[in-house]
């Protein structure tokens, strides 16, 4: 076993390695084991940028002016796009959704981003979720937990945790794209469940396409031991070696297409 290899044997586990690794297996080898350098795309640099934005309005209790909160979203974009531009100056090799030109895409996701930005301001304003704050006054925003599931270390980064009527929490994932998860919401409470000893009956995603929340997803019914088997099943995998290949649709949003044998454009 390479040294690497050894090493991703170990790491602690995760959403989004469980759903990379059951997508592709090849595809985790080469991010991970091979790390192989991904393709860029100004939607990651977005929705970090979002979610940088939108912790500190939170944490400021909601006390930043929409403005200072947009200006500090454009910071974190500008400061991550410029970076990876320096890192792949050629913008050919960036991702984009549908045909859109690079160059374009990195604006016009500058502009959304704004956009977007400014939604949640209004939408906190106007709803005013209360957020869960531990007893030693720590936040329930961009929680990072982790603990033991099926006999695997997992870890997840919390984006929030607002409080229900009922005194239990609710598991919040906030989305600048389309993609959701249900299995990261269903990880999520059995990992605030377990680290923080909270009851989490229900989750849902804020939607900033559409500055409003999802239809709440039931995690109440949600047993561990079904969680935790998926979780095993890619962590024997991983430590065996095996890393199938499953060439599909998805390749075309594979940002280590162009390292990898199976793939064909």
Known sequence: MSEQLAKVARMTRSVSQL????????????????????????????????????????????????????EMFSDEYTSLTTRAMREEPRLDRWMTAGRKAPVADIEDRHTLGREQAAAYVAWAQDKGPSIWKAPDG????????????????????????????????????????????????????????????????????????????????????????EIGRRFADMDQGVKAGRFPASPGFHCRFCDVSHSCSFFSS
């Open 138 to 225: 720590k936040l329930g925003i961009e929680l990072h937990l982790t603990v033991e599931i099926g006999g695997v270390t997992v870890q997840g980064y919390v984006d929030q945790l607002p409080v229900e009527p009922t005194g239990s929490v609710r598991v919040r994932d906030l989305k600048t794209g389309s993609m959701k998860s249900k299995f990261q919401l269903q990880t999520y409470g059995v990992l605030v469940r377990k680290a923080l000893g909270l009851e989490v009956e229900r989750g849902d995603w804020y939607m900033a396409k559409k500055g409003s929340l999802s239809r709440p997803v039931d995690l109440a019914q949600v047993p561990e031991e």
């Open 19 to 70: 759903e990379q690794y059951e997508q592709c297996g090849h595809q985790y080898y080469l991010r991970r084991v091979q790390r192989v350098t991904p393709r860029p795309a100004a939607w990651s640099h977005q929705g970090t940028a979002f979610h940088s934005a939108i912790e500190a309005y939170e944490r400021s209790g909601r006390q930043l002016a929409v403005g200072v909160v947009t």
